[in-house]
């Protein structure tokens, strides 16, 4: 599977940010999506997921973005969203998605490439 995120950029504090991320290559119903966060010098932390569509879609945020972000998927565009509000300086990194497949044969993840999100105090 291919992912192309995009939506990151340089926004004030207080404002707001959507990243998109859409797959081709596969049948995106059957994927878990999330939503990661890397800072430099540091290894990727979970932002968002969302469970499959066979799995009922079911959301988890960490517990610094939870009533700030919201993860949402279109099976339809392939597309998953992170819709940010309430951006604060700490949330400055670079974003990166991922697809999980999950199969009584096989597992699998793939990754996009980053989006910068940058927020200025």
């Known amino acids: 599977v291919q992912l192309q995120a995009s939506g990151g950029g340089l926004v004030q504090a207080g404002g707001s940010l959507r990243l998109s991320c859409v797959a081709s290559?596969?049948?995106?119903?059957?994927?878990?999506m999330g939503w990661y966060r890397q800072y430099p010098g540091k290894g990727r932390e979970l932002v968002a997921s969302?469970?499959?569509?066979?799995?009922?879609?079911?959301?988890n945020y960490a517990d610094s973005v939870k009533g700030r972000f919201t993860i949402s998927r279109d099976n339809a565009k392939s597309t998953v969203y992170l819709q940010m509000n309430s951006l604060k300086p700490e949330d400055t990194a670079v974003y990166y998605c991922?697809?999980?497949?999950?199969?009584?044969?096989?597992?699998?993840?793939?990754w996009g490439q980053g989006t910068q999100v940058t927020v200025s105090s």
């Open positions: 290559g596969t049948d995106f119903s059957r994927l878990d």
């Open positions: 969302i469970y499959n569509f066979w799995s009922g879609g079911n959301t």
């Open positions: 991922s697809a999980d497949f999950v199969s009584t044969s096989e597992v699998w993840r793939s």
